[in-house]
């Protein structure tokens, strides 16, 4: 069973920059990729990026390709996504999740989805 607690949202002006940070509390997170997605208020959650068990290999939806990164630092059970030049469309809650790297999905088999952290971007 795997916890997860995301953090480090906050309200920034746009053209700002925020660096979230997502803790695992099991450290079978090593072995996993891991990807943040977002929801908008009543929208769907959507995907955002994602990481491979290793870090060596991220893919990012078009929507924030050359504006977000996102990292690992597995000896912390910890993934981050740095997002600078931030946007109106980008406000959303943020959640992270063990990923299904080629697909850009949540693991099927995943259902314990964290409180998410807030960025809010006015226009």
């Not at 925020?18 to 695992?24: E, K, N, Q, V, Y």
């Not at 990729?33 to 491979?52: D, L, S």
Request: proline share 4%; with cysteine.
């Amino acid at each position: 069973q795997m916890q997860l607690v995301e953090s480090g949202g906050g309200l920034v002006q746009a053209g700002g920059s925020l660096r979230l940070s997502c803790t695992a509390s099991i450290r079978t997170f090593r072995s996993l990729a891991m990807g943040w997605f977002r929801q908008a208020p009543g929208k769907e959650r959507k995907f955002v990026a994602v990481i491979n068990w290793s870090g060596s290999n991220t893919y990012y939806a078009e929507s924030v390709q050359g504006r977000f990164t996102i990292s690992r630092e597995n000896a912390k059970n910890t993934v981050h996504l740095q997002m600078n030049a931030l946007k109106p469309e980008d406000t959303a809650v943020y959640y992270c999740a063990p990923a299904d790297f080629g697909a850009s999905m949540p693991r099927a088999d995943f259902t314990s989805w964290g409180q998410g952290t807030q960025v809010t971007v006015p226009s």
